[in-house]
């Protein structure tokens, strides 16, 4: 699939979304000077062609009591095709996984893992080393976090 071309006006309702993607029509609208039904035509394009995948609410995970993140990266012993494919599958599926990285390098993945406390992330980490062969498991706690953002650098 061919990439889409955005103008500056596309950039601009994607930077208007990706911040608050509860505004209406009339308001993006006129943030990018534009009538209800163009801007419209545009978020459909936009989302018809997966460059907005969802809109969803960014929720705070130490008022929900999911106060430790902890980084896990993994080296596999298996590394048929079949194998990747059945640990990609189980991993995705693992609700305290936030983000999953396929990377290169010492190790095969990198984990975001957010859970209430250490009791939940043993538990999970035994669930985790119970899905495929594992050669190697390292997790590293943080211990605050600095940044977190959301939102793409789109130059308009």
């Not at 039904?37 to 969802?54: A, F, V």
């Not at 993945?109 to 859970?115: E, G, N, S």
Request: glycine content about 4%.
């Amino acid at each position: 699939m061919s990439e889409l071309r955005l103008d500056q006006v596309d950039r601009r309702i994607l930077q208007i979304v990706q911040k608050d993607a509860s505004l209406s029509i009339g308001e993006i609208a006129a943030q990018v000077g534009l009538s209800q039904t163009p801007c419209w035509k545009r978020l459909q394009k936009l989302e018809s062609n997966g460059i907005i995948r969802r809109r969803i609410a960014v929720l705070d995970p130490i008022k929900l009591g999911l106060g430790m993140t902890v980084f896990v990266s993994i080296k596999i012993g298996d590394h048929t095709t079949e194998s990747l494919e059945q640990f990609a599958e189980r991993v995705t599926a693992m609700e305290e996984v936030m983000d999953f990285y396929r990377v290169a390098g010492d190790v095969d993945y990198v984990l975001r893992v957010v859970v209430s406390d250490a009791a939940a992330f043993d538990e999970f980490y035994k669930k985790l080393i119970a899905l495929n062969p594992l050669k190697n498991v390292t997790s590293h706690f943080a211990l605050e976090n600095i940044k977190a953002e959301t939102a793409f650098p789109i130059s308009a």
